[in-house]
């Protein structure tokens, strides 16, 4: 029997974000593996007594997702929750890879809604037109890198979204980010974040590029900064497309 391995996309984490694709997917699975946090957000809002659940904690991803594989490799049907899109940072790239190590699991992504444009949401539609996406965590790429990502993409006057902004082990990744992005921008360009996105405690606000660099936040928030042609109406962040002259 062929084994079934879904890399599902939850969403921000609330059921109502969820696609029907996904929640299916979830439904029909035996097995739920993932990272721990997202396992515990989804069993408060979902729980079967009738499925096995698995999860590890950070750093612990190439174990958490060979498992996974080796499950469905004796024929379960096996989950593999990610959090917003499983490929946006999340993952589907991981699990197609060591998935040559199991050619028999027939490997299913499904997508979901990533933070960047479930946070746009919340703040209007500051990534109206063309936008970048750039996590600022140094796990997994080197902090040079990450510069230059930055330095490009604000100097093709691109919005900017970024995931991962800081943490306590990288408390200066924003501000440095801000510094970067302010050269081609000034200190006066409209940004704005949201905090826990569709979860308990959800919060937001738009500000500038200037004030940004001493906001205290978190590895739950996602942050935007806007084009030139971003402005602030009626409390909302938009990017929009030159349909009104």
Not at 39 to 59: A, F, R
Not at 84 to 111: F, K
């Amino acid at each position: 029997m062929q084994g079934k391995l879904y890399v599902v996309g939850m969403g921000p984490g609330d059921m109502r974000y969820m696609t029907g694709e996904a929640r299916d997917a979830i439904g029909d699975a035996e097995l739920i593996a993932g990272y721990s946090l997202y396992v515990n957000i989804l069993c408060e809002q979902y729980s079967d007594p009738s499925k096995e659940y698995y999860s590890t904690g950070m750093k612990d991803e190439v174990r958490r997702c060979r498992y996974a594989l080796e499950q469905a490799a004796k024929g379960r049907k096996v989950a593999l929750i990610c959090s917003g899109d499983a490929g946006v940072y999340g993952m589907a790239s991981l699990v197609l890879s060591l998935g040559e190590e199991r050619p028999e699991v027939d490997i299913t992504i499904i997508p979901g809604v990533t933070a960047a444009l479930s946070g746009a949401a919340v703040l209007g539609a500051p990534i109206g037109n063309d936008f970048a996406v750039i996590s600022l965590s140094t796990a997994l790429t080197p902090w040079e890198k990450i510069e230059r990502r930055l330095d490009g993409a604000a100097g093709a006057d691109l919005a900017i979204v970024l995931y991962n902004p800081m943490s306590r082990h990288r408390p200066d990744t924003l501000s440095r980010a801000c510094a970067i992005i302010s050269e081609h921008t000034g200190e006066g360009r409209v940004a704005g974040y949201v905090r826990n996105i569709g979860r308990e405690g959800e919060e937001h606000a738009i500000t500038t590029v200037g004030a940004l660099k001493d906001a205290k936040l978190d590895m739950f928030t996602t942050v935007y900064i806007g084009s030139a042609d971003t402005k602030t109406v009626n409390g909302k962040m938009i990017t929009g497309r030159k349909y009104l002259d």
